[in-house]
C-alpha cells in the first residue's frame, strides 16, 4: 500500500501564508517525527486559498492547514496565528493556535521544540517574516523596503523577504498563484532567503516594478486620501476615484500623517460584488490602538456582512461587506474608533 500524500493548504498571496508552507513542507519529518524521503516530501501537494474559500476545499486526514481558519474537517495538522481563529476549549491532537506574530515563526518555534537547531539563517528569517506579518517596522524599514534604494548589494533578511513577496503580489493574479504554488512545489533550501529556485526568478525586477508601483499609487492616493483630525483617522475611499494606479503602500499614510491612529480604507470589489475595508492603526504607534481591530472586523462582519469575511490581529484587520451596507459599515467603524 502506499503511503498517504499529504497536501499543504495555506494562505495564499501572503509571505507568511508562503512561509508557513515552506517550513511545514521544509521541516516536515522533524516537526511530525516522520522519516519521508527526499522523493516523499517532494510530493506533498501545494495549495494557496484565502481564507474565505477555505470551507469550499474538502479537507482530508492528509492535509496540514498553515495560516488559515481551522478547517471544518479533521485535518492531519492546523497551525494559526490569528486572533479571530482562535479556538475555545482544548485542541485536538496536531492542532496548533497561538498569538505569535507570524505563523512561520510560530512553526520554527515547534519545529525547534522538536529538534530543529535555529542557525543564524533560521533566526533571520524569523525575525524578519515576524516583522513583516505583525507590521512591527520601523520609519527605517519602511524606507528601505518601500522605497527605491541606491544599491542592492546587501539587502537585509527583511528587504529580501520583500523581494520575495513581490514575486507573487503582481498585479495578474494567475502569474501570483504560479509563482507562489510553483516555488513551493520545487526543492526548498534552508530558508526562503537562500532558496536557490526562489532567487533564479530575480525578485530584484520584480521588486523595481513593485516600488515603481508604490509610487504611482502614493502619488495617486495624494489627491483623495482625507484625515479626520477628530478621530485622528485618515480615510482612503477609493469609491471616489473610477480608477487605481500602482499599488498600494499600505504605510504609506502613517509617513503622511504621522500624527494618526488609525487608517482606514476601503474598495469596491469587483469580482465579489463587496466592498473591502482594511483598517489598521498607526504601525509606527501601536501605542495608540485602543480598539481591537480584529474584533472590531468580526462585528462589521456580522452586522453588514458574511459571518467569517472579516478579522485580523489586535492591531490591524479587514472585513468585507455587502455593497450597500458600505456607508453604514463606515460609519459604525469611525463611531467606534473614535470612541476608542
Ligand atoms: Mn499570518
Known amino acids: 500500500m502506499s503511503k498517504p500524500s499529504y497536501r499543504i493548504i495555506t494562505h495564499g498571496n501572503c509571505t507568511d501564508g508562503f512561509s508557513s508552507a515552506f517550513v511545514v513542507k521544509k521541516y516536515f519529518n522533524i516537526l511530525f517525527g516522520t522519516q519521508l524521503s527526499a522523493q516523499e516530501l517532494q510530493k506533498i501537494d501545494i495549495w494557496s486559498v484565502k481564507p474565505q474559500s477555505l470551507p469550499a476545499i474538502k479537507c482530508t486526514a492528509q492535509d496540514l492547514v498553515v495560516d488559515l481558519p481551522q478547517p471544518e474537517q479533521r485535518v492531519f495538522f492546523w497551525c494559526d496565528h490569528h486572533l479571530t481563529t482562535k479556538p475555545q476549549g482544548k485542541l485536538p491532537q496536531n492542532y496548533f493556535w497561538k498569538a505569535e506574530p507570524s505563523c512561520a515563526g510560530y512553526l520554527l518555534t515547534l519545529a525547534e521544540e522538536r529538534g530543529l537547531v535555529m542557525n543564524e539563517e533560521l533566526k533571520a528569517f524569523k525575525k524578519a517574516i515576524d516583522i513583516k506579518d ?46 507562489f504554488r510553483g516555488l513551493l ?42 484625515y479626520h483630525v477628530d478621530i485622528k483617522t485618515v480615510v482612503q475611499d ?99 474608533l473614535k470612541k476608542g
Request: net charge negative; proline share 4%; charged share 30%.
Open 134 to 179: 505583525n507590521a512591527e517596522y520601523t520609519p527605517k524599514d519602511i524606507e528601505e523596503c518601500f522605497y527605491a534604494q541606491k544599491d542592492y548589494k546587501n539587502p537585509s533578511p527583511l528587504l529580501k523577504m520583500h523581494m520575495i513577496d513581490s514575486l507573487f503580489d503582481t498585479r495578474d493574479p494567475a502569474l501570483n498563484e504560479v509563482i
Open 238 to 336: 477609493d469609491r471616489k476615484v473610477t480608477f487605481s494606479k500602482g499599488v498600494a503602500d499600505r504605510f504609506y499614510v502613517y509617513m503622511k500623517f504621522p500624527q494618526a491612529s488609525y487608517s482606514v480604507n476601503l474598495r469596491y470589489d469587483k469580482e465579489d460584488d463587496a466592498v473591502r475595508f482594511g483598517i489598521g492603526s498607526n504601525v509606527f504607534h501601536k501605542e495608540r490602538c485602543k480598539v481591537n481591530i480584529g474584533e472590531l472586523c468580526r462585528e462589521v462582519s456580522e452586522q453588514f456582512g458574511s459571518s467569517g469575511s472579516g478579522g485580523g490581529h489586535y492591531a490591524v484587520g479587514g472585513v468585507s461587506v455587502k455593497t450597500q451596507f458600505a456607508d453604514k459599515a463606515l460609519e459604525l467603524i469611525l463611531e467606534k
Open 185 to 226: 512545489r520545487e526543492e526548498l533550501g534552508e530558508t526562503p532567503l537562500s532558496s536557490p529556485v526562489i532567487w533564479q526568478l530575480n525578485p530584484l525586477f520584480f521588486h523595481r516594478a513593485h516600488l515603481e508601483n508604490y509610487e504611482r499609487w502614493r502619488k495617486h492616493v495624494d489627491t483623495y486620501v482625507v
